[in-house]
C-alpha cells in the first residue's frame, strides 16, 4: 500500500505519517527530512539547497526527483511508501507517476489534510519551540505558506479528481484526523 499526505507546512502531515508507519509497516518518506539531512552532512546538494530551504523557497525539481527516485525502486521499501511533502508541484506530480508506472506501483490513497493559514501559523510557531528549525521563523513561514498556495496548491487538481483523493480536516485534534484516516485504511 501507497499513500500520499498532502497538505500546506504545519498540517501534519509529519504527524499522521509517523502514525501510518506503525500502521501498515511503511517507510516515511518525507523529502523535508531528507533535504535537512544533506545539509546536516554538508554534502554536495546540501550545500546547493540551504539558502532557498532557509528562505522558505522550494528546493528545485531536479534535486528532488532524484532522492524519490532511488527509493521508489528500493525493494524493502516498495508498496509500503508513505509520501510526507512530495510530490509539491506539477512537474513532481507528473514524475511520482511516471516512476510508479515504471516500478509497477500505484498509490491507494491520497490523504488532503486541509487547514487554514491561521492555523497553520499558530502551530509553526510552537514547533519552532520545540524543533527549533530554522525555516520555522514567522516570515519563512509565510513565505512556504505563499510558496505552498501558487506551486503545491494546483497539484490539488492533479489529484482530487481521483477516487482514492480524501480531504480531511486539518483543523481536527491529531487523534481525530488520525482516526478518519484509520476509517478509510480499514475498509
Ligand atoms: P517540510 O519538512 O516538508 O516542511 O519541508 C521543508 C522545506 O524543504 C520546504 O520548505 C522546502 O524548502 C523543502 N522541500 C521539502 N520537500 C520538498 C519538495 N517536494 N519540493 C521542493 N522543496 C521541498
Redesign the pocket.
Known sequence: MNIILFGP?GAG??TQAKHLVKKINGFQI????M??DEIKKDTEIGKI?IN??ND??????EI?NSLIKKILFDPQKKDKLIF??????IN?AKNLSLLLNESNQKIDFIFFLNVNKKTIIERIEKRKIIENRS?DELNTILK?YD?YMETTKPVLDFYSEKANFHEIDGAFEIDEITTKIDTFINV
Open positions: 507546512p502531515k509529519g518525507s523529502t523535508g527530512e533535504l535537512r539547497i532557498d530551504m522558505g523557497k522550494f528546493v528545485s525539481d528532488v510526507d511533502g512530495y510530490p509539491r508541484s513532481q525555516d512556504r510558496t
